[in-house]
């Protein structure tokens, strides 16, 4: 179940990444279909948004509709198909505090996208390479998983990494059935530019996998 839980969200990060690179590096124009809202996106209304069940195609998840309407039409919006369903990838750049950007996957069955439903959601926050200790091979080979053949949820959880290394450049949280999935990334390498860390985190929020890239 856990690897299946890791296939589907390693798909949707895949998906979102799409979208997020092109907005984290286009510059400051925005498209003549965007309108900018009042209502700024926080950190606290990041966390507020519901997401749904991936697998139930977002049921009880926030509508498209409902987020457009608080906080505008998206900067990018990108379409992809997955098996019966449509997802559709948004980002938003109207956001305060430190963080860079909000990108949303919503999916539905039907190519009007205003009843999609949010299935996962990803915060973009470019300080961390810059302010936070670097990974290492060293520190990476340190993080502690979860033991999957035990219940004692022993990995490292993501506040604890978080106090060590900043907040992730890339954190993602998807609804795979019924339970809630975090991905995190860190560009705070010894790596140089291209050096990442990438960690899975159960409903327990604590890691259950981990990659590295450019590493020394």
Known sequence: MKKKITTILLGIIAIILI???????QNTSTSSQT?????????KSFDDLKIGDFNKAGKD????????????????????????HILTVVSWRNIAGDYTGVTLT????????ATARLTSKTLLDSKTINLAKKWTMTTYNAIRLENSETNEHDGDSLASLTKQYGHPAVLTLANIDGKVQTNAVWHNTNG??????SVDF?????????KQDKLR
Do not use: C
């Open 35 to 43: 309108h900018i809202s009042s209502n700024k996106w926080t950190k």
């Open 106 to 113: 919503f999916m539905s069955q039907e190519k009007n996208t």
């Open 19 to 25: 979208v997020t690179v092109s907005v984290h590096f």
């Open 61 to 84: 998840g926030a509508t498209y509709e409902q987020v457009v309407a608080k906080y505008g039409r998206p900067n990018k919006k990108n379409k992809s198909k997955s098996g019966d």
């Open 202 to 210: 159960s409903e327990y929020n604590t890691a259950l996998n981990k």
């Open 192 to 197: 140089g530019a291209n050096g990442s860390v």
